[in-house]
């Protein structure tokens, strides 16, 4: 048996244990089970997020406790930790690893993680989607979002079924998760689901999610008019009741820089506080600090309908010329994302 094999089957069957333990004694379980993450840690991603979590659970009444005692009594425990290995040790630990050996063989920045924006109709089908993950996990990428808002995500089933070892977030809206669709979910334990907010049915969305126990979140998009909004904590507390993991916060292509950074830095601070009992995100910024700490340059590419590559990285473009239903994924991020060559001195 590899080695990454034995070390998964040590995780799944920590974790169940875990979750067995958190129904009785939430605080005192996450605790040590920090506290043994960070014990084990060797790369820098772990370091950082077990000395981080170590730090927020010393607060006794942190809103996180409630959270991890609500999630391992509702949700289904093998998407967990199907969910959770996938996105922790795959994403971030194993494919870390490869995404460094690959830099410094390459010569170029690989993203942690790549968004997909399909359209119905459009360039970016699901087998051009198929074939740019298979190379993304070549590379080390096993953490993927599918903004599925403007097509049917019924039609990405087989993929996220394909790439069982990633994590996939994908974000849909209120109308599409029907019945037929969130029955299909629940045995995708590779993937949580995000509903889109404020608009639409999306309480009864969470509904049927929860009563399925499904891991999910919710979602929105911003820009300066939803700047008050969001700051003033009320999306947040308002998503309180629907049992949502995540609520994530995505920025529209045009949104000026310092309403970003004004949301990225709300999002901050907002975990660190612990004030609410679900993790708040903001995607772009969070993506990047993840690659920061990933590997040393921070990068990160989403690939719209036409396959039209698009990054945020201290400003918003499009690049037709990168696009993915036309050129291969390697190849893109080498024009992309270059490595600065070393000075001689």
């Not at 996938?86 to 995404?99: E, P, V």
């Not at 410094?104 to 359209?119: D, E, K, M, T, V």
């Not at 989607?129 to 808002?149: F, N, P, R, S």
């Not at 040393?296 to 309908?305: E, K, P, R, S, V």
Request: net charge neutral; with cysteine; charged share 20%.
């Amino acid at each position: 048996m590899a080695k990454s094999d034995v070390t998964r089957t040590i995780l799944e069957t920590t974790i169940s244990q875990a979750l067995r333990d958190m129904a009785r004694d939430p605080a005192r379980t996450m605790r040590k089970l920090v506290d043994l993450g960070r014990h084990f840690s060797h790369g820098r991603f772990q370091k950082h997020f077990f000395a981080l979590a170590q730090t927020m659970l010393a607060h006794e009444d942190s809103a996180y406790y409630p959270l991890m005692a609500r999630v391992a009594a509702q949700v289904e425990h093998q998407h967990l930790k199907t969910f959770g290995i996938n996105l922790g040790y795959n994403g971030c630990t194993n494919g870390a690893k490869l995404i460094r050996e690959n830099e410094a063989r390459l010569g170029f920045n690989i993203p942690w993680a790549i968004a997909f924006a399909p359209s119905a109709g459009q360039a970016l089908t699901p087998q051009a989607i198929d074939a740019a993950i298979a190379q993304g996990k070549a590379l080390g990428v096993y953490t993927y979002l599918l903004l599925c808002e403007r097509c049917d995500p019924a039609a990405y089933l087989s993929l996220l079924r394909a790439h069982e070892g990633c994590a996939f977030f994908l974000f849909c809206r209120a109308e599409a998760l029907d019945a037929p669709l969130l029955d299909a979910l629940m045995g995708v334990h590779n993937t949580m689901v995000s509903v889109a907010t404020p608009e639409g049915a999306w309480r009864d969305a969470c509904n049927a999610m929860h009563a399925r126990r499904m891991l999910y979140g919710a979602h929105t998009w911003y820009d300066r008019v939803d700047e008050p909004r969001l700051l003033s904590g009320d999306w947040a507390r308002d998503l309180a009741p629907s049992a949502c993991v995540f609520a994530m916060m995505l920025a529209r292509p045009a949104c000026p820089d310092a309403v970003c950074a004004r949301i990225a830095r709300y999002a901050l601070e907002t975990r660190t506080a612990q004030a609410h009992p679900l993790v708040l995100i903001d995607v772009a910024s969070d993506m990047l600090a993840a690659d920061r700490i990933i590997s040393d340059d921070a990068c990160a590419i989403a690939f719209g309908a036409s396959g039209a590559a698009y990054m945020r990285d201290g400003g918003s473009r499009e690049d037709s010329l990168l696009n993915i239903c036309q050129h291969p994924l390697q190849e893109i991020l080498q024009r992309a994302f270059p490595k600065a060559k070393a000075v001689v001195k």
